[in-house]
């Protein structure tokens, strides 16, 4: 039976990965900053000088790595804080999992934030970056230390840049396609900030899958995991008023500071490494999202 150790455990997707991990028979040791409740459960922060010992003492075979300060505006707030998880947690954690002698090294990225907004979408894992957010830059030097770090000492690594990403809306209860459904829900207007700002979306159960590909076939470099479908925020709102049957109208402000205005990742090499392809398109993921939500 493989040990995996998953960083962020009692986030959105760090706790979806616990599931289905624990569902396929890996032992599963949540680590996060947050007490869980569970027998494998760590309480503590990936700054902590005693992850060394506490990865140790586990003897995990793979670290997953969803722990992270994860808004771009909280970024731009506090960006020594952003440094420090995103930073030097993500290196003392690489440090303590070669330490710990882990085989296998899974990096959660962010590709939204990553790429240049003037590439040509969608977008390659090898395209230009441009930050506009400290928030993007420290993900970036994130999967620099385990791209370094793994590779200097043979171990092997995936680097998974995500686009958005969203599910359940009572589970998951963060990002605009939960502010959008949220908001017409409790008859309040929907605040759209940049109505041609455009990304893609993924769903968690198909984010799961590439997370599980990617235990069974280490890629040795990153991997988007996207649906590779372009749309708007405003053609995403009118998605989600026509399936709550809403009437109401957007309220329409400009795009804020520090997010990319157009992204969508390609995932061509995510299907030719990995053999993932996502299977639930954004229609039947609102879908299948609010039907929890009522």
């Known amino acids: 039976?493989?040990?995996?150790?998953?960083?962020?455990?009692?986030?959105?997707?760090?706790?979806?990965?616990?599931?289905s991990l624990t569902a396929r028979n890996y032992e599963v040791y949540s680590l996060d900053i947050a007490a869980g409740t569970g027998t494998y459960d760590r309480n503590l922060d990936i700054r902590s000088p005693e992850l060394a010992t506490?990865?140790?003492?586990i003897g995990p075979d793979i670290v997953i790595h969803c722990a992270a300060q994860i808004y771009v505006i909280g970024s731009l707030k506090d960006p020594t804080r952003d440094l420090s998880i995103n930073g030097f947690g993500t290196l003392n954690l690489v440090e303590a999992s070669i330490k710990a002698k882990v085989s296998n090294f899974i990096y959660i990225h962010s590709g939204g934030a990553v790429y240049d907004s003037d590439?040509?979408?969608?977008?390659?894992?090898?395209?230009?970056?441009f930050p506009q957010s400290p928030y993007g830059l420290t993900k970036a030097l994130g999967e620099g230390y385990v791209r370094i770090l793994c590779e200097a000492?043979?171990?092997?690594?995936?680097?998974?840049?995500?686009?958005?990403?969203?599910?359940?809306?009572?589970?998951?209860?963060k990002g605009v396609v939960f502010?959008?459904?949220?908001a017409i829900l409790q008859n309040k207007q929907v605040q759209i900030f940049g109505q041609d700002v455009t990304r893609d979306f993924?769903?968690?159960?198909?984010?799961?899958?590439?997370?599980?590909?990617?235990?069974?076939?280490?890629?040795?470099?990153?991997?988007?995991?996207?649906?590779?479908?372009?749309?708007?925020n405003f053609e995403l709102f009118e998605m989600i008023r026509k399936e709550m049957a809403s009437t109401d109208l957007?309220?329409?402000?400009?795009?804020?500071k520090g997010e990319i205005l157009r992204s969508c990742l390609n995932n061509e090499r995510a299907k030719e490494l990995i053999q993932w392809t996502p299977?639930?398109?954004i229609q039947s993921g609102i879908s299948m999202s609010l039907r929890k939500m009522k």
């Open 1 to 19: 039976m493989k040990r995996v150790v998953v960083t962020g455990s009692e986030g959105f997707i760090g706790s979806n990965i616990v599931r």
């Open 54 to 57: 506490v990865l140790s003492s």
């Open 119 to 129: 590439n040509v979408v969608p977008i390659n894992e090898d395209d230009h970056e």
């Open 153 to 173: 000492t043979g171990t092997k690594w995936s680097s998974l840049a995500l686009s958005n990403v969203f599910g359940p809306f009572l589970e998951h209860r």
């Open 179 to 182: 502010e959008f459904a949220n």
């Open 202 to 232: 993924v769903y968690i159960d198909d984010v799961v899958e590439g997370v599980y590909a990617a235990i069974k076939n280490p890629t040795l470099c990153r991997v988007n995991i996207s649906s590779a479908k372009e749309i708007s």
């Open 250 to 256: 957007p309220l329409i402000h400009s795009a804020r």
């Open 279 to 281: 299977k639930i398109d």
